[in-house]
């Protein structure tokens, strides 16, 4: 249990970075103009123009009842109204996320494409970070629109104890939420082409959890030509835990995220116990405010459940061995990932640290990263947790890709990013955890300096042509590199080039 909580944590910094803090809250257009009908394979809907784009919000793409696959929508008559969107998945919400529900009614999605019309345009699919918290349209998805021509749909999908409960008669106990996610493909393969996208040129992207989710299709058989490019971003698919790497007290695991189905099932056991249940029956008739009620059942089950239809092995053994499908893919992470979650643990002496997550390799790793070079017990350690936790699973994940799929690998580097999180820190938290996200949704009130602005430019055209062709490259921009032919591109204002990650980030030590 201590080794879940612990991995929750790790999740809890990168909820939408600021799509789903409300920074970006684009999905709903205030005061537009006109509306725009569209008939989807359920029944027609009505959206709004905003400007150069069209957003339909809250259109329902499945239900479901508790802990059961989900089903497509049933059809509809007449036009329903597509401009506001539809309730977030049950969750209790966070410090930093001031979003709760307890509406179970709550698979929607919402779409975002250029107001003028066209046909073939490329599909990008996000799936927003943190697994407990958030909702698809609280990220601003009008820029990747409106420059970089997408139609671009954001997903509702169940959340920790809905959406990852395991129990011993269950079926694909903890995937729920990653087969909403495949519902929702699902819809968009029906429905892009009525949208004025391309239903053969699919790409799924996210952050985090999102990311990680993404690692899980990757290998999951269900999700088998659902889409047709891959993005992950500071996503998990290949992490393990060392002993205190996140918490003081926490065991060493092998996989920060993924579980068996063995372990999700002897979890919900033990939290049946505690909502007086012996059986489904029982936690299916309990009102969802009782559930949410207890502490830590929500992070609990955020991890991606394996051994099962949906994953039948673990996506890190699977991507690791070739057995994922051959999708381009355009992955990285931020410079400084740790930082952010030393900051969240607080107060630590750096010996003391050092010690209990490496024994008797703390002294090398202690001459490797010397405290006096960093000034801050948190910003040393952010580094040492930075290349081993964060840079090495990274670049293993980038280069098993790379063995049979083209990789275009990338670093945010932006040390002045904007933070979106209520995070206090006494030290600077550098290029932080989903700290490119204000970049890839910049809502029009950004704090972005014009060289960030041009950044933010840059990586939008970068992640609509790779959704567009598969290769990021396009006029103008700075050349990127196919992983294997050249370094991974930092992505930073007026310095985006390759470099040598691996030696950035000192894996040739850790290795």
């Known amino acids: 249990m201590k080794i879940l909580l612990a991995a929750a944590v790790l999740l809890t910094g990168s909820v939408d970075a600021g799509g789903d803090m409300g920074r970006n809250a684009g999905g709903t257009v205030a005061g537009a103009a006109g509306g725009a009908v569209v008939t989807t394979d359920a029944g027609a809907v009505r959206g709004k123009v905003s400007g150069d784009v069209r957003i339909f919000s809250g259109i329902r793409y499945a239900t479901a009842a508790r802990w059961e696959a989900p089903k497509p929508a049933a059809p509809w008559t007449g036009v329903k109204d597509a401009t506001k969107p539809g309730s977030p998945c049950p969750q209790v919400g966070a410090d930093y996320a001031k ?18 019309r066209g046909t073939k345009r490329p599909v990008m699919v ?81 952050v985090s959890y999102g990311a990680s989710a993404i690692g899980g299709h990757l290998t999951s058989p269900g999700a088998e030509g659902l889409f047709h490019k891959a993005v992950l971003q500071s996503g998990e698919a290949m992490m393990d835990m060392p002993a205190g790497s996140m918490l003081p007290g926490l065991p060493a695991a092998p996989y920060m995220l993924w579980r068996s189905t063995a372990e ?3 979890t919900g056991k ?7 249940c012996a059986g489904l029956d029982c936690l299916r008739k309990l009102p969802v405010k009782k559930i949410l009620a207890v502490p830590q059942i929500m992070n609990a089950f955020q991890g991606l459940a394996y051994g099962n239809e949906v994953l039948p092995e673990v996506p890190a ?10 999708v381009p893919v355009l992955a990285g992470a931020t410079k400084d990932e740790h930082r952010l979650f030393a900051a969240m643990r607080g107060k630590i002496s750096y010996p003391d640290v050092l010690k209990e997550t490496f024994g008797e390799r703390a002294g090398a790793v202690a001459k490797e990263y010397p405290l006096e070079r960093y000034g801050h017990p948190s910003v040393a350690w952010g580094a040492v947790m930075t290349d081993r936790l964060w840079a090495v699973s990274t670049h293993a994940q980038n280069t098993a890709l790379a063995k049979r799929v083209p990789v275009y690998a990338y670093e945010f580097a932006d040390r002045d990013a904007p933070m979106f999180l209520d995070v206090p820190a006494d030290f600077d938290l550098g290029a932080y955890h989903a700290g490119d996200l204000p970049y890839l949704f910049p809502g029009e009130k950004e704090k972005l300096s014009p060289a960030q602005w041009k950044l933010s430019g840059q990586m939008v055209a970068y992640w609509t042509n790779f959704a567009r062709t598969g290769d990021p490259n396009g006029k103008g921009l700075p050349a990127w590199p196919r992983l294997g032919k050249g370094g991974t591109l930092s992505l930073e204002p007026g310095k985006i080039r390759p470099i040598d990650y691996a030696a950035g980030h000192r894996l040739d030590f850790w290795n």
Not at 99 to 116: K, Y
Not at 143 to 157: C, P, S, W
């Open 99 to 116: 979003i709760t529900s307890e509406d179970e009614d709550c698979l929607f999605l919402n779409v975002t494409t250029p107001a003028r």
């Open 317 to 326: 053994k699977s991507i690791a061995a070739g057995r994922f499908h051959r």
């Open 270 to 276: 033990v939290f049946a116990a505690q909502l007086g």
């Open 264 to 266: 999700v099932e002897e």
């Open 126 to 206: 996000w799936i927003h970070g943190d697994g407990a918290v958030g909702a698809g349209h609280y990220s601003d998805t009008r820029t990747l629109a409106r420059e970089g021509g997408a139609v671009v749909v954001t997903i509702n999908y169940r959340l920790g104890v809905f959406g990852g409960f395991g129990y011993p008669g269950l079926r694909n106990s903890g995937t729920f939420g990653l087969q909403d996610q495949q519902e929702a493909l699902r819809w968009v393969r029906r429905n892009a082409a009525a949208f004025g996208g391309d239903p053969g040129n699919v790409t799924v992207f996210g």
